[in-house]
Every structure is written in structure tokens, then in C-alpha cells.
């Protein structure tokens, strides 16, 4: 496959990086102000050098990649919310080309699905998705896999930072913004953290998870989601829940009456929920196979980047 990559940032470029390894042929590749692009295949160690060296992808226009060869457009732009510009756009023009469409964005998915949908349905070019829930773990692909129809429910730990937070919290007494500093140098936490740790983040992965399972029945949104996040855990609940043989953890939810909720929610400290450090994991509640845990890294450049060259590799050539 020819790919075409949008998003020079830890996901974009590791999957520029991994794509050869894979079979597939990088065309372009742009942040989002330079790029570099070549039907018959860039090079990508010179590409990812300047970039590094430079702050420039290449001398080409983003607008070079976007509108020029490739089989697949990867949409690895920073998320925004409400009208999921630029990333909305930036499918919508692939699928109007009828090319196929991976998103690492959680925008379009989680605030426009029905439109995704649309423009899906009126393309003969493909969407897939799994790289926005979950980095490198296969959610969706093991909704689709089991069918929609028989996932009754879905909860999870979904945001390897506010993970790390509260861990670190509870296994040393740590309190709240120690542990933020922490994270922070550590390269776990951004400079801005507050997509991560108001509970933003996981509500996104958990509004996709809704849709999907919805089935076009009901669309979801963030505004439909009811979110808490990490910023006012106190260390004393913290410390209250460990003697109880409990601990606390920011768990999200799609319930079986479609309800999408974020919060922090005690757990067994021995149960499968109470993963440690940026660990994630997802329960599928299925209708004949019991619980499913599906659990590893739920983020990080190679490890999304992995999900994201698993959806290139699912679609027809």
C-alpha cells in the first residue's frame, strides 16, 4: 500500500518509521506546516532528520501529501474537539477521492461519526479507527471480531497518565501535584496535562467505543458523556481505600444502557482494573463468552503506530 501520513508527532512519524517493515510505501509525510512527498515513496530517514534538525518535514506543502498518490491517508493530527477540524477535512478529502482513511485523531470519530459515516458510505474508500482507543491494544478490533450485537457493555482504564498519577500516589502516599511534576519530567504527562487528567481523554476513547457499539442507533459525542476527573482526589481517599484493600482508579464506562461516564471509582487492589503505572485495559462484557480483558500499552508512538499499520493492513487493496 501507498500511505500517506498527516501528523509528523510520536504517532506520525513512528508510523513513517514502521511502515516498511510492514510492506507499505510512504509517499508522504507532513506536519503541519512543511512536508515531504513522492509518489514513488519518500525517504523517510531524511525526511524524519530534518524534521529533527530543522523543524521542517521537507520543502513540499502539507496540501503536496494530501492531494497527492497514496492508497491510505493516515490522519495523525493533534485531536481537537467540535467540529474535529483540520482532521475532518483532511478525511473527508480521501474519501471524496475514494481513498481509504486511518485515523489516529480522536476528533472525527468521537464529534462527527455520523458524518464519517456519510462520507464512508459515499466513497469507495474505507475508515477504520483502532489506534483511538486504546494505543496499541485491539478494542475495536475485538468488537468487531465478536460483533457489536453481542458486547453488552464496556469499562475500562483508558488514560496511561492519570493512571500513573494515582498509582504513584497510592503506592507511596504521594500527593496530587508531586506526582504531576513527576510525570511531567518523566515524559508520562504532557505540559499540559488537562486532556489527561479531567477525564477528556478517556471520554473520547469511550464515546468511540459507543458509537461503534451503537451501530448508527444513536450517535455519541463528548457532550454526551458524563466526565470527572483525577484533579480533586484527595491522597486521604487514596490512603482510606489501600486499608480497606481497595484502590482508586479513573475508570470509563459504556454501559449497557448506553450511559458514557468517566470517574474516578474505587477497585480491589488485586482486581483486573487496578493496573499500575500507564498500563490500560478494556472489559467487554459479551453476551456468550463472559468478560473479555483486553489490556497493554495504551499509548505511545510505536505502540499506536502498531495499530495503526494493523487497520492498513485490513484494508482492500
Do not use: W
Amino acid at each position: 500500500m501507498k500511505v500517506a501520513i498527516l501528523g509528523a508527532g510520536a504517532v506520525g512519524t513512528s508510523v513513517a518509521e514502521l511502515a516498511g517493515e510492514y510492506g507499505h510505501t510512504v509517499t508522504g509525510l507532513a506536519d503541519s506546516g512543511s512536508a515531504a512527498a513522492d509518489a514513488d515513496g519518500i525517504d523517510v530517514d531524511a525526511a524524519l532528520a530534518s524534521k529533527a534538525q530543522e523543524g521542517v518535514v521537507g520543502s513540499a506543502d502539507p496540501s503536496d501529501v494530501l492531494d497527492g498518490e497514496y492508497d491510505v491517508l493516515v490522519e495523525a493530527t493533534p485531536t481537537t474537539l467540535g467540529d474535529a477540524q483540520p482532521g475532518f477535512d483532511h478525511v473527508r478529502t480521501a474519501l471524496e477521492r475514494d481513498r481509504h482513511a486511518v485515523l489516529a485523531n480522536k476528533g472525527p470519530v468521537a464529534e462527527r461519526y455520523g458524518d464519517l459515516r456519510d462520507l464512508e458510505a459515499d466513497s469507495d474508500g474505507s475508515v477504520l479507527f483502532e489506534a483511538t482507543v486504546g494505543g496499541a491494544m485491539p478494542v475495536l478490533s475485538t468488537i468487531d471480531d465478536f460483533g457489536p450485537d453481542h458486547i453488552t457493555a464496556a469499562r475500562g482504564v483508558l488514560n496511561g497518565t492519570a493512571n500513573f498519577i494515582l498509582s504513584r500516589m497510592g503506592a507511596d502516599g504521594l500527593g496530587y501535584e508531586h506526582v504531576l511534576a513527576e510525570a511531567q519530567d518523566l515524559g508520562v504527562a504532557e505540559a499540559d496535562p488537562t486532556f489527561d487528567v479531567d477525564g477528556t481523554d478517556a471520554a473520547l476513547k469511550c464515546v468511540i467505543v459507543a458509537n461503534v457499539l451503537a451501530q448508527g442507533e444513536r450517535e455519541y459525542s463528548l457532550d454526551d458523556a458524563e466526565v470527572d476527573g483525577i484533579v480533586d482526589v484527595p491522597g486521604s481517599a487514596i490512603d482510606l481505600a489501600k486499608e480497606d484493600g481497595r484502590t482508586v482508579r479513573l475508570i470509563g464506562e459504556v454501559a449497557e444502557s448506553g450511559a458514557v461516564r468517566v470517574g474516578p471509582r474505587l477497585v480491589p487492589e488485586n482486581a483486573a482494573l487496578a493496573v499500575s503505572g500507564t498500563r490500560n485495559i478494556v472489559q467487554l462484557e459479551t453476551e456468550h463468552a463472559g468478560r473479555l480483558n483486553v489490556s497493554g500499552r495504551g499509548a505511545g508512538g510505536p505502540e499506536t503506530a502498531t495499530a495503526v499499520l494493523a487497520d492498513v493492513g485490513r484494508l482492500p487493496e
